[in-house]
T-cell receptor, first 112, second 113 residues
C-alpha cells in the first residue's frame, strides 16, 4: 500500500511570512499533484509534477518533486489570508493504475 | 461551463439504511471517480467508471457500488450503512486520455446516525 505523509499537519502563520509544507513517501510515484481544499468544497488542482527534480512556480507558490519521485514540497512566499485552506498532495499510481493516493493534508491558516 | 455537480449536498441516514448519491461530470469529460473523505483525512479512492464499467476499485467493501449512465453521469450506492460511513463523498471527473487531471465536485456530506 502506497502512503503519503504530509507535514506539518497544522500551520498558523502571520500574513507576509513564508512557509514550506512537505509530502513524503517510501514509494515511487509516477506523478504528484497538489490540491487546495476550502471548507465545504472539493479539492482544486494546483499543479502536477511528473519528472524527478522538477520545479514549478505558480505566482507565489513553488512546487518541487524529489529526484527519486518519492517526495515533494510546496513553498509559499509572502502568505496571504486567501492562501488559507487544506493543502493535499496526491500521488499517481503509474501504468495501469488510475487511482490517486492522497495524504491527510496540511491545514494552513494565514492570520491578517 | 458547468463544473462537476453533486446531489444532494447533505444527507442524514440511520444505520442499516441505503443511500444513493449522484454526480454529473464536467462538460466534455467521460470518466467519473468517487472518493470518500472522512473528517481530518485525505480523500480515499472508492472506484472509477469509464464507458459504463467499473475500471478500478479501491479498498472498499461490496456494500459500495456504482453505476455510470450513457450521458457519463454516475451514481454511488451504499447499502447497510454503518456509522463509519459518515463522510464527505467526492465525485471527480476527467478525460480517460488524461486520467490524472481530476476536477472535483463540492461533495455530498453524509451523516449516519
Amino acid at each position: 500500500t502506497q502512503l503519503l505523509e504530509q507535514s506539518p499537519q497544522f500551520l498558523s502563520i502571520q500574513e507576509g511570512e513564508n512557509l514550506t509544507v512537505y509530502c513524503n513517501s517510501s514509494s515511487v510515484f509516477s506523478s504528484l499533484q497538489w490540491y487546495r481544499q476550502e471548507p465545504g468544497e472539493g479539492p482544486v488542482l494546483l499543479v502536477t509534477v511528473v519528472t524527478g527534480g522538477e520545479v514549478k512556480k505558480l505566482k507565489r507558490l513553488t512546487f518541487q518533486f524529489g529526484d527519486a519521485r518519492k517526495d515533494s514540497s510546496l513553498h509559499i512566499t509572502a502568505a496571504q489570508p486567501g492562501d488559507t485552506g487544506l493543502y493535499l498532495c496526491a500521488g499517481g499510481g503509474g501504468a495501469g493504475s488510475y487511482q490517486l493516493t492522497f495524504g491527510k493534508g496540511t491545514k494552513l491558516s494565514v492570520i491578517p | 461551463d458547468a463544473g462537476v455537480t453533486q446531489s444532494p449536498t447533505h444527507l442524514i441516514k440511520t444505520r442499516g439504511q441505503q443511500v444513493t448519491l449522484r454526480c454529473s461530470p464536467k462538460s466534455g469529460h467521460d470518466t467519473v471517480s468517487w472518493y470518500q473523505q472522512a473528517l481530518g483525512q485525505g480523500p480515499q479512492f472508492i472506484f472509477q467508471y469509464y464507458e459504463e464499467e467499473e475500471r478500478q476499485r479501491g479498498n472498499f467493501p461490496d456494500r459500495f457500488s456504482g453505476h455510470q449512465f450513457p450521458n457519463y453521469s454516475s451514481e454511488l450506492n451504499v447499502n447497510a450503512l454503518l456509522l463509519g460511513d459518515s463522510a464527505l463523498y467526492l465525485c471527480a471527473s476527467s478525460l480517460w486520455a488524461t486520467n490524472e487531471k481530476l476536477f472535483f465536485g463540492s461533495g455530498t456530506q453524509l451523516s449516519v446516525l
